[in-house]
Each structure stands twice: as C-alpha cells, then as structure tokens.
C-alpha cells in the first residue's frame, strides 16, 4: 500500500480511493476516465457533491480530459515508470491552462527523488511507492530553495523574483 | 565569462549536496541499479566499458584558467592523469571511483562547474560557436543567450524525464555554423529581421544517430525575449507526444517527421500563444544582466600586423604555416584568435593529459585573459592574443604539442571513445584514427588537401558524427568482427548535408588506403581550388564509388 503525502506530512486513512472499472463507486471513489465518459449520467451526482475521483493514465493528454475535468475533486496521475515524464506536463496544464484548483494526486511509480519536480508543477498530494524510506521523502521537497524556473505557485523565473547582480 | 552570484552557486550546492545523499542511499542498497541510473546519468556518470565515466558540463564551451587546474587536479587525483573534449564541448574523464564522483562534483561546484545534466533523457549543455563574442562576422554574442537557456533548463520541474535526450545549440554567424545546429533537436540562429531587432530562427527536429535527419525551421522570427516561453512550448509539445515506446524513435526528430513540420509548427505556436506573455517572457533587465558577463575584455590599443608578426613569420616557414591554419582573424585589431589542436599524432582526438591542462591554464593566464574554449571539433581556444605574442605562444604550445598546424585539415578529426572505452560501440575507433595520422602526417600534402572533415563513430548512435563528415567512417560489427563503413557529403555546416553510405565496409588494416583511394580521386578530379566537398558535390557519389571499388560489372 502507498503511502500518501499531503503538505508535506504523511497522511492516514485517506477517504478517497480508486475503484476498477468493474466494481460499484462510491463516495470518494477515483475511476478512470473511460468509466466516466461511459456512465456520467449515473455518477453525476457524486461529482455535483465533490466525492468523485479521476484517474488518468500517462497516456491521455490535456485534450482528452479538458471537457470533463471540472467534475472532480482529486485527479489522480499515474506514472507508470518514474521515467515516464507525461504527468508532469499533464498537471501543470491542469494548473496553467485549465486552472484547475482540486487535489493533483501522482499515483504509481512515485520515488523520493521526484517529489521535488512533480510539487513545482501542480502535484499537492503524492502515494509514495510503499519501499520508499518516508524521512528521505519528506526532505526531498526542499532540496533546492530558490530554483531558476517559476513554477506553479510561483510562475516567475528567478529573475523575476529576486533582483540579480 | 560568466560568473555565479550567490542564487547560482546555491542551486549548485544544494545539487551536490542532494547527488551525495542520492549516492549515499544507492551504497546503502535504497535504490536499486535501475532506478539510480537516471539519478546518476543526470550528474554525468555513466557506466563504461571498464569504469564509469564523469562528464563535466563546460557550458557553451567556456571554462577559464582557475578551472581548467582544477580539471587537471581532478584528473590527476581521481583518474589516469589525462581527460577527452567531447564535441559537445563537454570533458570526460574515463576511470573515476562511482563513489568518489561526489566529491568530484563538490570540487567542481568550488569552481563553478558541474556535470549537470551531461547524459540522460533531459536537456543537455547548450552548446554554440568557439569563435564567439570574438569575430565581427557575428550578428551579436551568442553566449548570453546559451547562459539563459543554461539557467532555464538546469532542473527544469516539467522536463527532468523526457521521452530522450534533448541538445539544443545556437549559432549567430550568417553563412557558416561551428555549433552544427542543424543536426540538434533544437538549433538557434540568433537573426536580425528588417527592423533590425535581435531575434531567433528556429530549427527542430535534426539529429545524428541512427536515423539522422536534418532540422527545418519551425519559425523564422522569435522576438528576443521569447526565447524561454518559446522553448518551453516546443518541449511541452515533445514530452506529450514523444514516443515512448521505443527508444530509437524518441527522439523529437522522429515526432517531428511524423507529424509533420506544419502540424509540428501548429501545436507549438498554439502552446506558445497560451505562455507567450507568461511570468517566464525574459526581460530587458534580465538580457542586459547577462550581457554585462559578456562584455569585452579589456583590449590594448592595438594595431594589425606588428613587426614582431610579420618578422618571425618570414623566417619561420613552420610558424607562418600554424598561423595560416590554426589563427584567425579577431574583430579588436592587433589581436587573433588561436586554436590549440588536441590532434597530435599518437593520441586520441580531444584527449589531454594532466600537464597539458596546467599547461594550457598558464598560456590562457599569460596570452588570453584567462580564458579558454573547447570546440566541437575537440580542440582548444585561446580567443584573444595579442598578434604581437602569437610568436611566443607559438613556441611554447608547439612546445607541449598543441600547435599542430592541421585545424579543419583531414587528420583533424572528430573521433568518438568508441570501443576501447565505450560500451555501447560495435567497433574502437581511436585505433582508426591513429592508423590514419600516421599515414597522413606529411603537412604540405595535408595542407594542399585543404579542408575536409573526417568523423569517426563506433557505432551507430554517431557521437563521433560520421553523417556529417565530409568523409565519414562508422565502426559497425559483422559477426563479432570490427568492420568501418564510409560514407561521403556530409556536411554539419550552414550548408548541412549527411553523408551518403559508399559501399561494403571494410576491415580496419584496409581503412588508411580506402582514404588515399577517395583522397587520390579527389586530387586528380578537383578544379581550381574545390574543398573536397565541393568537388565530391560536383563531380558525385557514383565516381568516387568507383575509385575505391573498382568498375561495377
């Protein structure tokens, strides 16, 4: 079982949790996109209440998910290997284009040492691979202070935050 | 040159700071091999034929005097005693401790240097002209903007895993490109449009390796200060669509050809649309800070052609003929700009001992303000002598072995590790090249061959560039056995061209009169002063096929 990292502390007996295409949803349920498109009429309500979930694979781009997003309060993205870098531009589009202000939750192959990358563009909440070694991961969201990029908390550059030279 | 302020070194300290805990928790069996292979791939280190090799970052190719000592130190205390110039202007250093590579990195980051992101599957050292900020060809200084792009990409949060490695180079020289940015996944050419703005032209899609294509312009004006949200939306564009699935098709060449350039230029200017005004446009402030790192050294009040030159040219026919081939002319009069060639007879292109960096430091210190560039070509720039001292400084490189008079002559080769050290190679290839200076090393037939690039790889991921040699060679594996297969017209220069397959390959003891044959042909066919590739363009492939297979039946 992975463990779930929200502001930087490890969190238990979170609600939500991901539900397979063939099982019933319930509240705080994370289903796919495809169970989505296929059965909204049904889940709308548990979207109206805010207690829907969406899982996306590193697959499925901005294009595919950009209609639909609004209708959930945790968006889950998976990497299926850490070398897979899809999630990363996925949610920062979430953040940047879509302004999409729920929880973005990476979901997968999630190590220590990508934790510092996915906070920077949009992930608030992280289910750390369960070999992970939890006080490693805890210092490795401040392992740069001041990093050259903006980013999705704070889109200016360095040179726009701090007056260089 | 450029030099750090406190946020600079910062992020570098706390870069080496996190590789030692990585480090750290890898010998502690944390990690595993797989999933600590980018970790260290991303400072640098790979692991080798018979060791790992450390790759240090020399930006856009300038380092200075203070560390190029400290290179020679690290080469001395950690290594063998020498080190290889990358043609991306990187060094390597090819027998480090894996554990000590920390250390390596904490005396680099004292001098301001580092092996960031040197390998793995993210953007790569920025790379441009030798030449730069030094010759009045140039449209302006590429070197702030690589510094820009340095910056942007160093830990970039969205970009740290690509579908594969990403280089990007900038040239700013009309009509000629020593950066090859023709065969990058990116390629800038710094322009100025009929307003006479500074801006960029920019290429996508070219690359080397075993599908080598030549890039195509997806814009043909970028405002200055749209360089960051622009490379941002190419990228973005890539790491979405980038194939995954197979590695030998991940690079943005391969997404490019399948989409299109059109379709390709499409998604990006949408993207860019979207960011163009975003927090990450660069600003005037920004610009001129980096400028100012760039601004001229301070130049005496010279005039061209001191006596001193033009005397000890006269009497020396061996200097007149280094200053004719590997001295250049400057933009500030009385100066020149000077290439130290690492192609000694007898050693593998680019590499250097320990001594000859110490060596190189103090010439740099006494003749050119410090200062030092490493080329594409794998050699060394002194970028600003005085005429009046190129006699002196002659003496002494030629002294330590560095002024052979051959710079863009045939046995200035580029040459990749290949399989003496490199473990992906099918075939070594230093043995080619040494087998081919020692049987080319008369100057004046060298000299009246004129300029041809010779390139060598190992294997087909091309790191010694063989497509775009004018003569290429490329070590391939027949049965376990070291075979070389040529290729003729390629180009990397403003007029890039890849080099089309000869024949049959050959075994290695055949190579050096497979040469001769080609270089016998162009010799008897080229008129009034053709370069090789000049005549090879004219006259074409089928005859020069001929010379060395013989008639086909």
Redesign the interface.
Known sequence: MAKLIKNRAFVENDKWHRVADDQPVNEYSIITLERWNTEHHDLQRFASAGKLGLWLSSEQTIEQFEGVFRNFGVIAIDFPKFTDGRGYSAARLLRERLEYSGEIRATGDVLIDQLFFMQRVGFDAFELRDDQDEAEALKAFTTFSNPYQGDVADQRPLFRRQARG | MYQY?E?DQ??LN??VA?FR??MQ?FLDG?ISNE?FL??RLQNGIYIQRYAPMLRVAIPYGALNATQMRTLARISRDYDKGYAHFSTRQNIQFNWPQLEECPEILAELAAVQMHAVQTSG?CIRNTTTDEYAGVIAEEIVDPRPYCEIIR??S??????????RKFKIAVNAVPDADRAATMVHDIGIHIVRNEAGDVGYRVIVGGGLGRTPIIGEVIREFLPEEDL?TYLDAII?VY???GR?DNKYKARIKILVKALGIERMAELVEAEWD??RN???K??A??LD?VK?HFVDPAYADLADEPAELVAARTENAAFARWLQRNVRKHKKAGYAVVTLTLKQKGTPPGDVTAEQMDSIATLADEYSFGLIRSTHQQNLVLADVEQRQLFALWQQAKALGLATPTLGLLTDMICCPGGDFCSLANAKSIPVAQDIQVRFDDLDYLHDLGEIDLNISGCMNACGHHHVGNIGVLGVDKKGEEFYQVSLGGSSGSDASLGKILGPSFAREQMPNVIAKILDFYVAKRIDGETFLEAYRRIGHDPFKEAVYGKAD
Do not use: C, M, V
């Open positions: 302020d946020y910062q992020i706390e870069r996190q805990g990585q928790r944390k999933e980018p970790l599957a910056q942007w160093t830990f970039h949060p969205e970009f740290a895993f690509l579908p960051l973005r790491n979405q669509f995954r979207r960011i975003s927090e990450g660069l600003t402030a920004e800070r100012q």
